[in-house]
T-cell receptor, first 114, second 111 residues
């Protein structure tokens, strides 16, 4: 099982550039989410989705955009990259309807904005 | 707002010791609590999930307990090995599968 797959693993952007971080899961999970991990701040929720066509904001949504057109994919878009968005980004998925809400994480995307 | 704290932030032990990692949370209305392991530069690996109705879960040398009334969870690692060296994270799930993470405990097991 592939589980949760994130691409790319590493990315360097210049300030003002845009990009999309990809996330795909093959477990048919309804719930998907994006977190960022920063030293001293822990993991913080950016955006989440409870199913195709439904998204909502987490704790730190500014500067990021998401959409959920399929159950499998949940891309995270940086509209105009800023140095403050330098971080490690993790995508996660979990089931909702089955009652077992164990969360599974991807391997992360390390993003540097210069 | 849920707040999750992990103590200690770092721990160094000799191989073979039994050890306990602590996790406390402020809002006891959780659906479940999950423990993760993170190796340097890697993603999060799920270790144990404890539902709110459960008191503990076991997997191999790992045992996690949950006391909702006191807002605490512990992860017990028996007979620690150098391969256990990693950062351990706990996360509380209050609503809608949204997780609130603690800051983690960085564990070093010395041979």
């Amino acid at each position: 099982n592939a589980g949760v797959t994130q691409t790319p693993k590493f990315q360097v952007l210049k300030t003002g550039q845009s990009m999309t971080l990809q996330c795909a899961q093959d477990m048919n999970h309804e719930y998907m989410s994006w977190y960022r991990q920063d030293p001293g701040m822990g993991l913080r929720l950016i955006h989440y989705s409870v199913g195709a066509g439904i998204t909502d904001q987490g704790e730190v949504p500014n500067g990021y955009n998401v959409s959920r057109s399929t159950t499998e994919d949940f891309p995270l878009r940086l509209l105009s990259a800023a140095p403050s968005q330098t971080s490690v980004y993790f995508c996660a998925s979990s089931a909702v309807s089955s009652g077992n809400t164990e969360a599974f994480f991807g391997q992360g995307t390390r993003l540097t904005v210069v | 707002k849920q707040e999750v704290t992990q103590i200690p932030a770092a721990l160094s032990v000799p191989e073979g010791e039994n050890l306990v990692l602590n996790c406390s949370f402020t809002d006891s209305a959780i659906y479940n609590l999950q423990w993760f392991r993170q190796d340097p530069g890697k993603g999060l690996t799920s270790l144990l999930l404890i539902q709110s109705s459960q008191r503990e879960q076991t997997s191999g040398r790992l045992n996690a307990s949950l006391d909702k009334s006191s807002g605490r969870s512990t992860l017990y690692i028996a007979a620690s090995q150098p391969g256990d060296s990693a950062t351990y994270l706990c996360a509380a799930n209050n609503a809608g599968n949204m997780l609130t993470f603690g800051g983690g405990t960085r564990l070093m097991v010395k041979p």
